[in-house]
Structure formats: C-alpha cells, structure tokens
C-alpha cells in the first residue's frame, strides 16, 4: 500500500522568508497530491492540489511541484506571514489497500515568527 | 450549505460505553470517510463509504462501526470505548473517491474531540 512520509515535522521562519516542505510517496500509480492546512483546533482545509499530469502549479505565494520520477512532491509557500503559521499535511491516495482513499503525511507544524 | 455537519464537538466517555458520532453532508457527495487525529500521527482513515449502502474499512477500522443508510449521512459508532480511543474525530466527504473519477477534493467537517476515561 501507500506510505506517504513527510519532512521536517516542525519548521520555524521568519516573516518575509520561504518555507518549504517535502512529502515522498511509495506508490508509483498515485496520481492526485493535494495539500491541507489545518489552524490550531480547526479542520483541514484544502489549500493546493496538483495532478499528475502537470510538474507545477501556482496559487499566489503558494506553489506545489511535482517530481513523478522521484516520487516526491513539495510545497512551496513565499513571503511567509504569521497567518500561515499552521500544521500543513500532504496526501497521496492508496491504490493498493484502500483504492484511491487518501493517505496522509504526518504532518508539518510551521511558524511564522514576526 | 451547510457543508459537512458534525456532532457532537466534545463528547467525554468512560471506557466500556458505546456511542455514535453523527456526520451528514449536504452537497450529495457520493464519497464520505472517518479519520482520527493524534499527536504527530497526522489522519488515518477508519471508514469510508462510496455509495448509499456501502461501506468498508480504512487503514485503523477496528474497534468502529459504520453505516450509510443515505447520501447526506454517515454515523460512526464505537461498540465499547476504550482509552485508545481517545482522539479528534473528522468527517469528510467529496464528489467521488480522492484518488479516482477526476480528482476530487474532500471537504472536512468540523471534527469531535472525544476523551474516554
């Protein structure tokens, strides 16, 4: 089945700077990677998501890009603000066990310091 | 539109009782799931369904009942609560299964965060 692992689990940067997080998938057949934010004790919410077919796709100071051979995906956020400071999951779907459910990351805690 | 509909939001329990986490959803979404959330355990997928009158079993099923009698509902049941079971309960749904049928994005639910004693 899929395993979706992702790094690093904690990031902290400064206001104005980039921060990025990787995820890395085993299932060669995934082809759907969205990425949620969740607010501390709020639900996820979907804030990008790219499809296999394309390498990159950009949302404002956003941006996921796509590495099919690798099999890794990152997210990319620019000119950070205290308001993204958020837990970021990636997700992949499972082909093998659960037939296209989504697998999550463990989950990146990122904070923006002002 | 309501979106996805939780409850209840807390819900405290003593280990051995049963009870059922309510989620319906107003957007005729074929697709609906139940995740938990722990600690740096990011969400695991217990239940999904993708149809009125199917169900099957996600990545943690055990210990969890689910049913879906209709489109909009989605109630999860826990027979005899445990300690373990302790958890942020989420509810999501989508148009069709994430990872088939064009992509589709889930929608979550508010969540239940449910102790057990």
């Known amino acids: 089945g899929e395993n979706v692992e992702q790094h690093p689990s904690t990031l902290s940067v400064q206001e104005g700077d980039s921060a990025v997080i990787k995820c890395t998938y085993s299932?060669?057949?995934?082809?759907?990677f969205p990425w949620y934010k969740q607010e501390l004790g709020k639900r996820p919410q979907l804030i990008i998501d790219i499809r296999s077919n394309v390498g990159e796709k950009k949302d404002q100071r956003i941006a996921v890009t796509l590495n099919k051979t690798a099999k890794h995906f990152s997210l990319h956020i620019t000119e950070t603000q205290p308001e993204d400071s958020a837990v970021y999951f990636c997700?992949?779907?499972?082909?093998?066990?659960?037939?296209?459910?989504?697998?999550f990351g463990k989950g990146t805690k990122l904070s923006v310091k002002p | 539109n309501a979106g996805v509909t939780q409850t209840p939001k807390f819900q405290v329990l003593k280990t051995g009782q049963s009870m059922t986490l309510q989620c319906a959803q107003d957007m005729n979404h074929e697709y609906m799931s139940w995740y938990r959330q722990d600690p740096g355990m990011g969400l695991r997928l217990i239940h999904y369904s993708v149809g009125a009158g199917i169900t099957d079993q996600g990545e943690v099923p055990n210990g969890y009942n689910v049913s879906r009698s209709t489109t909009e509902d989605f109630p999860l049941r826990l027979l005899s609560a445990a300690p373990s079971q302790t958890s942020v309960y989420f509810c999501?749904?989508?148009?069709?299964?994430?990872?088939?049928?064009?992509?589709?994005?889930?929608?979550f639910g508010d969540g239940t965060r449910l102790s057990i004693l």
């Open positions: 299932d060669s057949a995934s082809n759907y």
């Open positions: 999501a749904s989508s148009y069709s299964r994430p990872g088939r049928g064009g992509n589709q994005p889930q929608h």
């Open positions: 997700a992949a779907p499972n082909y093998g066990g659960s037939q296209g459910n989504l697998i």
